[in-house]
């Protein structure tokens, strides 16, 4: 029921979107793969693509799990043309399993998420995006695959002393994670690939992504974590002053961004934003999390990360619009209103998967 109630929230948002019949017919009868279908984007994206290529066409999804933390993959739609095959882009032989599938489109969704737990594990995650990702990519290059859609993320690339609105042309060497190198080492070795062997390759860069979907934990997003924190009525946990503001980004958004980074021909060998354009203070949305679930437990305040150096966030959108007709739809309170909808949905699977441990959080240390 909690995934039939998701896969109408995706299709109704595509049907109000107006997908295109050229978009339609592009995407017919293909065979996908999604890595990180199960996560929080890949698990909406991959029923936007099932609706797209309809019954003769096949969505691969290739998932560890570890964004859910549990055996079984609920996040994902048990639709009749998705195929769920837990393996990881490390694995040759999981990939060999998936590039059988005989595959046109890669979106390449999985990473090691996201910036503490790459400062607290920096090995395993040069592992999974940097080693995987080339691995990746070479089945790619051999399958000869149409097209290569990255998830790149414009919160880790631009740094820390980006001018706002952060735009494309803008690139920093300044990066304090091994998520936000990782980022820019992914859209490099797309763009060698591009140049030295053809393959068609497009970096999409996140901005803070929300929405159904994603499952708390230490090393989550904001608003999820604040979700699940408000809802049992625990103390929101700020790290820095509340002022700083991010460009929160609503997931179906962003699948609609991937949806037609992979049909348009202008997007071949760019990257670009994928974003709302529009900027929210953090203590801004605490209150309003709190408010929306009747929590009057008092926020708390905790030190900045040494990595959080970014007092802003906010995106151009211009080159996507202009480029992929890119047209965000969702404004914020609205898309806040869904997500705390799907946690209240799904609270029996998101309690059994919160990845919290005891005592001392990494969330806000």
């Known amino acids: 029921m909690q995934n039939q109630k998701k896969v109408s929230l995706v299709h109704n948002y595509l049907n109000e979107l107006g997908i295109s019949e050229d978009i339609y017919s592009y995407y017919k009868n293909r065979n996908i793969l999604v890595t990180g279908g199960a996560g929080a984007i890949g698990s909406n994206l991959i029923i936007a693509l099932s609706k797209l290529v309809g019954e003769d066409g096949k969505i691969i999804v290739l998932d560890n799990l570890s964004s859910i933390k549990y055996p079984n993959p609920w996040n994902v739609a048990p639709l009749e043309n998705i195929m769920f095959v ?18 046109s489109l890669v979106f390449h969704l999985a990473a090691f998420f996201a910036n503490q737990n790459s400062v607290d594990y920096p090995e395993y995650s040069a592992e999974n995006d940097i080693i995987g990702q080339i691995k990746l990519l070479e089945y790619s290059r051999l399958g000869k695959i149409d097209r290569f859609i990255y998830a790149s993320s414009g919160c880790a690339i631009y740094g820390s002393y980006g001018q706002m609105p952060l735009k494309e042309d803008f690139i920093s060497m300044h990066l304090t994670t091994p998520y936000q190198i990782n980022k820019m080492t992914g859209e490099m070795y797309c763009n060698f690939y591009s140049h030295h062997y053809d393959l068609g390759i497009v970096n999409c860069r996140f901005f803070n992504s929300y929405g159904p979907g994603e499952v708390p934990g230490q090393y989550r997003n904001v608003i999820p974590n604040f979700i699940y924190w408000a809802m049992k009525n625990q103390a929101l946990p700020i790290t820095g002053k509340g ?23 202008t997007a071949l060998g760019e990257n670009f934003n994928l974003a709302s354009g529009s900027e929210t203070r953090i203590i801004d949305l605490a209150e309003t999390i709190n408010a929306s679930v009747g929590n009057a437990t008092p926020i708390k305040f905790k030190p900045v990360r040494k990595w959080d150096t970014k007092k802003r966030l ?15 739809q969702m404004d914020f309170q609205s898309g806040l209103k869904v997500n705390i909808e799907w946690f209240k949905d799904n609270w029996e699977n998101i309690e059994k998967n919160a990845d919290f441990s005891p005592g001392m959080s990494s969330a806000v240390r």
């Open 314 to 328: 906010l995106a151009s959108i211009e080159k996507a619009q202009q480029l992929i007709n890119y047209s965000p």
């Open 86 to 103: 837990k393996g990881d882009v490390r694995s040759d032989v999981d990939l060999k399993r998936v590039f059988k599938e005989d595959i």
């Open 243 to 265: 002022t700083e503001t991010r460009d929160f980004t609503y997931v179906l958004d962003l699948v609609q961004g991937l949806v037609k980074a992979g049909y348009y021909e």
